[in-house]
């Protein structure tokens, strides 16, 4: 059903996220119900980068947990039919620690294993990776909103 690679055209499809809040680059491994592995290519042109420390680029923080979160809501919604049209929230995030500064040109590998799922709600272990090295990792708990 999801031929990988996944490219950004597939994940539209299954987010309703869109440019330039678009985290997700490529999936490249996705275990339904279980994983997934996605790239983010960090670029000197992102939006955030003109007034997050100008003098010396940095990702914000909060913009690599979007990243790992837009991965568990591809995750999640692939692997759940009942799921799709809702819209994926962030309701939490737990244990959350930054390891080191991400910069342009770096290409994030993101990771995300499912921990509990229900219905309507989930939690997923993360972590962001930088040439094989952890740049940020925790927990995060999502909610599905039913689109109306």
């Given at each position: 059903?999801?031929?990988?690679?996944?490219?950004?055209?597939?994940?539209?499809?299954?987010?309703?996220?869109?440019?330039?809040?678009?985290m997700v680059?490529?999936?490249?491994?996705?275990?339904?119900?279980?994983?997934?592995?996605?790239?983010?290519?960090?670029?000197?042109?992102?939006?955030?980068?003109?007034?997050?420390?100008?003098?010396?680029?940095?990702?914000?923080?909060v913009m690599i947990l979007e990243a790992l979160a837009q991965l568990a809501g591809i995750l999640l919604i692939a692997?759940?039919?009942?799921?799709?049209?809702?819209?994926?929230?962030?309701g939490g995030a737990d244990n959350v620690r930054f390891r080191r500064p991400v910069v342009p040109g770096d290409q994030l590998r993101l990771?995300?294993?499912?921990?509990?799922?229900?219905?309507?709600?989930?939690?997923?272990e993360v972590r962001a990776l930088v040439d094989g090295c952890v740049v940020a990792e925790g927990e995060l708990t999502f909610a599905f909103a039913p689109n109306e």
């Open positions: 059903m999801f031929e990988l690679p996944m490219g950004v055209d597939k994940i539209k499809e299954i987010l309703p996220h869109r440019f330039p809040f678009l680059d490529r999936v490249i491994e996705l275990e339904l119900g279980k994983r997934a592995v996605a790239i983010k290519n960090v670029t000197a042109n992102e939006s955030y980068f003109l007034g997050h420390y100008p003098q010396r680029s940095i990702m914000p923080g692997d759940d039919p009942s799921v799709r049209g809702a819209t994926p929230l962030l990771e995300v294993e499912v921990l509990k799922k229900r219905k309507l709600l989930a939690r997923a």
